[in-house]
């Protein structure tokens, strides 16, 4: 892994947790989109090298809405980024780790994403990003 890319963190509403986010941080979210074929929105604030990623559903049936449902608001995944998505999907495949998609699909902040499944890293949800060049 290159580094952490970004902590996704869920929350009911952008509008609300933009502004606290940007007081709490100290620094503007430089990004809000949606990410459809996830029925999410999503807005992006700089930490150092890193960067928080809020969640909003926006469909009751997606994953981030089904996660508040269940657990409700916070931390949802984090996310490292790799040089080469596919070397590292290979790599950690063959130390018998598991995927809940094993072929990177586009993901917000234009990066290719794949998710490993949550059973095999002790219940975190781990994301691997690469920037789409």
Same mark, same amino acid.
């Given at each position: +892994?290159?580094?952490?890319?970004?902590?996704?963190?869920?929350?009911n509403s952008l509008a609300t947790s933009i502004p606290l986010f940007e007081k709490l941080l100290d620094t503007p979210c430089y990004r809000v989109e949606e990410v459809a074929s996830e029925k999410v929105k999503t807005a992006f604030f700089q930490s150092g090298e890193s960067?928080? %990623?809020?969640? $909003? #559903?926006?469909? &009751? $049936? #997606?994953?981030?809405s089904k996660f508040i449902h269940k657990k409700g608001e #916070?931390?949802?995944?984090?996310?490292?980024?790799? +040089?080469d998505i596919h070397e590292k999907i290979k790599e950690l495949k063959e130390k018998g780790f $598991?995927?809940?998609? %094993?072929? &990177?699909?586009? #993901?917000?902040?234009?990066k290719w994403i794949v998710f490993l499944h949550p059973k095999c890293t002790n219940g975190v949800l781990i994301e691997l990003c690469q920037e789409i060049s």
């Amino acid at each position: +892994m290159h580094k952490i890319d970004h902590i996704a963190i869920a929350v009911n509403s952008l509008a609300t947790s933009i502004p606290l986010f940007e007081k709490l941080l100290d620094t503007p979210c430089y990004r809000v989109e949606e990410v459809a074929s996830e029925k999410v929105k999503t807005a992006f604030f700089q930490s150092g090298e890193s960067k928080i %990623e809020l969640l $909003e #559903g926006m469909d &009751p $049936e #997606g994953v981030i809405s089904k996660f508040i449902h269940k657990k409700g608001e #916070g931390i949802h995944h984090i996310a490292f980024a790799v +040089m080469d998505i596919h070397e590292k999907i290979k790599e950690l495949k063959e130390k018998g780790f $598991e995927f809940i998609n %094993e072929t &990177p699909k586009k #993901g917000a902040d234009n990066k290719w994403i794949v998710f490993l499944h949550p059973k095999c890293t002790n219940g975190v949800l781990i994301e691997l990003c690469q920037e789409i060049s």
